[in-house]
């Protein structure tokens, strides 16, 4: 079982162990908010795998789910996150929405505003339109994922993956491959683990690669067999399939023979490593069955179990002032 | 603060307030019903201004949003206001529906009583679809908006706003402008505000004004800059993009340049007049976003907030007589 | 009334009435084990004529309904079904799954399990996809409809509206007509009704009727005089369109003129012959609307509302070794 320490074990009391009003992105988070969280996360972990898993500390509040891009999994997880703690949840999908009609981002934030939404969880095609909104509103709102920015919580559950699969982050030797030029996954991933110290490589093809990217306190390889070389963690990045038409790659086969995660090349990484990638996957891409299907090796089945908790802890935590709990009014 | 006369102020008790099942629409109330529906709001708003804002008085009854016709805003208000009244709310959406194999509307219907509804809510792109439904179940329906019929529950949200920033109705003059003549908004606002003893004027390019308007106890202008003359509330309407598509208009431009509000042509309203859109707003055609952004004049906000609102009124009083409420059953 | 026996009368406790984890088919259930789903849903029937009609036995249990094929009125009823027992239920749609990003149907079923998903409802345009999922998930699945496989709430649901309606069902004639050869519903009912000993007849144009079908004990027509001859009940099927395109029947006036339900053919049929359609009907095609619409011969309407109870009742017996009810866990 992996430690987590009581909040109060930081010495903070309320509003101070997270003095946020949204969760816009990891970075801008010091290290003992971000651990908070994984704290927090943990007992929803132990909540929903028990037969009931109903929490009523959201009921009465109304989280609106404002997905102008689709993402079935995300928008599942925060869905089902929310009704675990009661709250009134309502769907917003882009299909259907105003914008459509000409209506401007910010006047669907002030409508939903309007609405008195408790919490607002978007999603976005582009970078920047989470923080637009959280401008723009009295209510928390929480990044599902906003163009190549951030995704906060896909970063939060890999940490927390993490932590109770090896015990710790710190120290750790994480390797990111794939498309890291367009990952926000990546990019909440590099901001979290690395501030809270693990080593962090990326690998990726050099068309793929974002530029200047050592300025992220990472180690950049192009070569995946020296990248991946004693890493305890190899985080696989899904290859969006635009990307496979929009000429970064060759081709899906070739990319496999170079960047795809096959045995052979897994067992350059430590003895022990931990195999994750956020999913969907492109099997036999970027990804072999064999590997991901291997319940020593692979943490992907439990990422997404991790995400349900960490939503759950984020939505919480950030509507806590609202409620009225003690330290955080 | 507006003032909001106790129900027992009309000298009437239970179903003698509201004695209709359904609403269909404005046409056919009273105007003390439709001052009934106003102060039932009331309650509504000050809920909703709450961090808890749960009533569980629709608990154990399921309400079936029926959208043919797709509207983001007013499915996720309905929705809003069912989930905070403790309803079961389901949501039909058109693309999905049976009708598109070759289901008839009324079998439909039939198909929503026979699954025991306990309140249906419908928008249907043709005139008079509502009614022919609510003439086949046994629950109450509400109109979300049928083709150019009505919309009832914008009108009385719209009467709410003004009256909560007026203080009153009856004696205003509203000035109505835009596209009436394919409006259900502008339909249904006129027989509201008529019916309130306000003094209402409709302000549409010859094209798009209805033909005989001044039967509606209404009276036209074609002429912007004179109607809007000393108006106390200007109500823009939304310019339907296929309307600028269908030839009743020549351009986005030349529309604003003659019907857009700006603050010029503001200028001539009432020194305190104030501002309305249904939304979602095509800034820069039919409204300047000074305008609309000024929260002085503007009440667009406003309107939305009131239309959650209004939905929970209609929702409560229509139902009232199924939960056996004291003097309705 | 009908009779609904209690389960005691079985002689048997718990688990026993019902030992299967899931319901993909009717394939594989005893005749008791049929017999006790509808016993079960009697109490449902009930409790939806209620005004207030909410149990929460299945409250803090999460209900996933996948649909990977659009059915608006089969996801409506699973939906007000799951509400109804108070289970936090959300919806997959296809439109919107990672399925369209390449994921495997395994990787999803593992997802919605790894969310902790307490029952499944899963609808699949492939034979044996429920199946496949089943055989991947920790909790319970209940079939929505697979392929030309199965639709097992169908044939309950049916058989639960013909034995309410008829006081039995054994010894009854039970004519399925339309097209057999692709229809799951056919193919449950069939299941259902040879197992509680009804004599089953099938009509069907020559090209769709499966070949050997006298293997499931039925007998088989080509020509609807002679098949409807004296039938207690008239079950027809719904005329796909993909089917009229595909070249299988010549026109829908032409399928009409020999397979449509019409009041004369009707007359060959026992003098209280029932009638039913799994809906959506299309009107004028395989069925007449004066008879559709005579609630004396039709139980169409009926047939939705069996649907929900028959579902509550799936929903509740299939989670009660979870919820540790006495006797199941």
């Known amino acids: 079982m992996p430690n987590a320490p009581s909040s109060s074990a930081h010495g903070l009391t309320g509003a101070q162990l997270f003095p946020h009003r949204h969760l816009t992105g990891i970075s801008g988070l010091q290290p003992h908010e971000i651990t908070f969280l994984l704290d927090e996360a943990e007992q929803w972990v132990d909540l929903n795998r028990k037969a009931s898993k109903h929490d009523g500390r959201l009921s009465g509040l109304t989280q609106i789910n404002a997905f102008f891009e689709n993402s079935t999994r995300t928008l599942l997880s925060f869905e089902i996150a929310g009704k675990r703690l009661g709250a009134d949840v ?120 974002p530029p200047a990217i050592e300025r992220m306190h990472v180690t950049p390889f192009t070569d995946f067999d020296t990248g991946i070389e004693g890493a305890d963690v190899v985080m696989m990045l899904r290859l969006q399939s635009e990307r496979m038409a929009g000429g970064f790659i060759p081709s899906p086969r070739e990319y496999h023979a170079l960047w795809g995660l096959t045995s052979e090349r897994l067992e350059r990484a430590a003895p022990d490593a931990l195999v994750m990638h956020p999913g969907p996957m492109n099997r036999g891409v970027e990804i072999d069955s064999n590997i991901a299907d291997d319940p020593n090796r692979s943490a992907i089945t439990e990422q997404v179990e991790m995400g349900v908790a960490v939503r759950m802890a984020c939505l919480d935590v950030l509507t806590r002032r609202k409620r009225g709990v003690e330290g955080w009014a």
């Open 90 to 209: 309502v769907n917003m999908h882009a299909a259907q929405s105003s914008v459509k009609k000409g209506e401007t981002l910010i006047d669907t934030a002030v409508t939903l505003n309007a609405m008195r939404a408790d919490v607002i969880v978007i999603r976005h095609q582009s970078s920047g339109a989470v923080q637009l909104i959280a401008d723009k509103v009295d209510c928390p709102v929480l990044n599902a994922g906003d163009g190549r920015h951030e995704h906060p919580t896909q970063a939060l559950l890999d940490a927390l993956t993490i932590r109770r699969r090896k015990g710790r982050i710190a120290g750790l030797r994480v390797a990111i491959c794939g498309d890291v030029l367009h990952s926000r996954v990546a990019r909440s991933n590099i901001l979290a683990l690395t501030s809270l110290a693990a080593e962090v490589r990326v690998i990726a093809p050099p068309t793929l690669m």
